[in-house]
């Protein structure tokens, strides 16, 4: 995979996370600080059934427009942290207890987080 494909993959995945109201999204470039992937993708989902309901909207999104399917997806059945693995790409989709208690923003702080603004839909509050 490029490191072209691994950015699509990113933006589809947090298009489809946005898509499906998931908050506080952030896709950190991790490939300069580990070889487990190029790119994370981190969501809080406030449900089990959101959560799932993220999960499957990434990887729908991802394989119509790019012909992808993840090589695993890990929690689907616990539903507190699902993990869709592309390989290059990993979505983290968390509660919020899960999301505060791991803290991955922080374990991964030295990677460059991507500016999402322009794909993100405001918040209501925003207006």
């Known amino acids: 995979m490029t490191e072209d494909s691994a950015l699509d993959i990113t933006l589809a995945a947090v298009r489809a996370a946005?898509?499906?109201k998931g908050e506080q999204i952030l896709a950190l470039a991790v490939g300069p600080v580990t070889v487990l992937a190029d790119y994370f993708v981190i969501v809080t989902g406030k449900s089990r059934p959101q959560i799932r309901?993220?999960?499957?909207?990434?990887v729908d999104l991802v394989k119509s427009e790019l012909d992808r399917v993840p090589e695993r997806i890990e929690g689907i059945n616990e539903g507190g942290w699902v993990l869709v693995d592309y390989g290059e790409v990993i979505v983290h989709i968390l509660m919020p207890q899960e999301r505060g208690f791991y803290q991955l923003e922080a374990f991964w702080g030295?990677?460059?987080?991507?500016?999402?603004?322009?794909i993100l839909e405001p918040s209501p509050q925003a207006s």
Do not use: E, F, M, W
């Open 110 to 118: 030295q990677a460059k987080r991507l500016d999402l603004t322009s």
């Open 53 to 58: 309901a993220i999960s499957s909207a990434v």
């Open 18 to 20: 946005d898509d499906r």
